[in-house]
T-cell receptor
Framework: DVKVTQSSRYLVKRTGEKVFLECVQD?????MFWYRQDPGLGLRLIYF???????EKGDIPEGYSVSREKKERFSLILESASTNQTSMYLC??????????????FGPGTRLTVL | GDSVTQMEGPVTLSEEAFLTINCTYT??????LFWYVQYPGEGLQLLLK???ADDKGSNKGFEATYRKETTSFHLEKGSVQVSDSAVYFC????WGGGSEKLVFGKGTKLTVNP
């Protein structure tokens, strides 16, 4: 059974803290994605990666960075958490080169609260 | 850039009612189109997809037809169940600059009452 796992389901942090969100996939996918999900705004792409050590900015990269040291793991980093980063964070992965047949597989999400 | 617009929610229906969730898109060319579903407390999962004009995607009693002339991909189900309560996202596939990604609508929350 294919699986994308995220390190925490719920996380509470304080303003100014450095926060790491981890995502691991076991499907040998090249593409990995980080989204944030907010009511009324849907899913917005933060960063994505199509290979180890490669990263591309999505639509809302400000305040975030990412790391992809291994193919199966994609980390989202909040260098200095702020209250406006309170959100649900979703990780996803897909095959590279699958073209328009590509399905993205999602993790269960991490609900982050920044106090 | 490409974009997806879907009907505002929330949508509340009684069990066995007919469901339509509208989705229209703006894109260059003819992208593949998807519906994803998010059940409470879970991540998104693919519900159905269509890769070219006039294709019909179907799964679990849900259907959507790729209409090029109206740039639409409306989701329908003839008889909803309580277990269909979820958030539904319309999305299109976008490729450019050597990378691939999905562009999502804002989601429509469906609640089905017994």
């Amino acid at each position: 059974d294919v699986k994308v796992t995220q390190s925490s389901r719920y996380l509470v942090k304080r303003t100014g803290e450095k926060v790491f969100l981890e995502c691991v996939q076991d499907m040998d996918h090249e593409n990995m994605f980080w989204y944030r999900q907010d009511p009324g705004l849907g899913l917005r792409l933060i960063y994505f990666s199509y290979d180890v050590k490669m990263k591309e900015k999505g639509d809302i990269p400000e305040g975030y960075s990412v790391s992809r040291e291994k193919k199966e793991r994609f980390s989202l980093i909040l260098e200095s958490a702020s209250t406006n980063q309170t959100s649900m964070y979703l990780c996803a992965s897909s095959l590279l080169g699958g073209g328009s047949y590509n399905e993205q597989f999602f993790g269960p999400g991490t609900r982050l609260t920044v106090l | 850039g490409d974009s997806v617009t879907q009907m505002e929610g929330p949508v509340t229906l009684s069990e066995e009612a007919f469901l339509t969730i509208n989705c229209t898109y703006t894109a260059t060319g003819y992208p593949s189109l998807f519906w994803y579903v998010q059940y409470p407390g879970e991540g998104l999962q693919l519900l159905l997809k269509a890769t070219k004009a006039d294709d019909k995607g179907s799964n679990k009693g849900f259907e959507a037809t790729y209409r090029k002339e109206t740039t639409s991909f409306h989701l329908e189900k003839g008889s909803v169940q309580v277990s269909d309560s979820a958030v539904y996202f319309c999305a299109l596939y976008e490729w450019g600059g050597g990378s691939e990604k999905l562009v999502f609508g804002k989601g429509t929350k469906l609640t089905v009452n017994p």
